[in-house]
């Protein structure tokens, strides 16, 4: 279970929805999240009242067709999967939105179980003995 957040120059609904669904895709593709396992922000800059800021940083020429994706994902990914996965999100981005590869910026943030609430207030991933049950009529999914 990815949380995903999207932030992009200039991007209007579309833009967003094609690398929203770029990010998603290559997910599902490499490391094996549920197609319906897709929990996103994605947040257009307009340059003005919000903008994103970049440098040449490693002698990658980036422009203002800058994305930054952060992705929040429970621990255990090989560096194999996740170097697989940065490669598909950025193919797919140029497929799915146009964007260069050179503008595609990812980082991962990983954490464990109990760091993840889906709903009803409970840690849904968390141990069972380390849990209160759900609200009485709440379902409970223990799938990713």
Same mark, same amino acid.
């Given at each position: *279970?990815?949380?995903?957040?999207? /932030? ?12 929203? +669904?770029?990010?998603? %895709? ?7 999240? =549920?197609?319906? /396992?897709?929990?996103q922000v994605l ?6 009242? $919000?903008?994103? +800021? ?8 980036? /422009? %203002? ?9 429970? $621990?255990? +990914?090989? =560096?194999?999967?996740?170097? !697989? *996965?940065?490669?598909?999100? &950025?193919?797919? &981005?140029?497929?799915? !939105? @146009? ?15 109990? /760091?993840? $609430?889906?709903?009803? @207030? ?12 759900? =609200?009485? @009529? &709440? &379902? ?5």
């Amino acid at each position: *279970m990815p949380i995903v957040r999207i /932030d992009a120059l200039g991007a209007d609904s579309d833009r967003l929805d094609a690398l929203g +669904r770029a990010v998603h %895709d290559a997910l599902v593709e490499t490391i094996g999240f =549920p197609p319906d /396992d897709r929990f996103q922000v994605l947040v257009g800059h307009d340059g003005t009242r $919000s903008t994103l +800021r970049y440098d040449d940083y490693l002698g990658i020429r980036r /422009d %203002d067709g800058i994305v930054y994706v952060a992705i929040t994902m429970r $621990s255990g +990914r090989t =560096p194999v999967q996740k170097q !697989a *996965m940065y490669r598909r999100i &950025a193919e797919l &981005a140029h497929e799915y !939105a @146009g964007t260069e590869p050179r503008n595609v910026f990812v980082t991962v943030t990983e954490n464990e179980s109990i /760091d993840w $609430s889906l709903g009803h @207030g409970l840690a849904q991933y968390a141990a069972s003995s380390d849990t209160v049950g759900p =609200p009485s @009529g &709440a &379902a409970v999914n223990e799938r990713h």
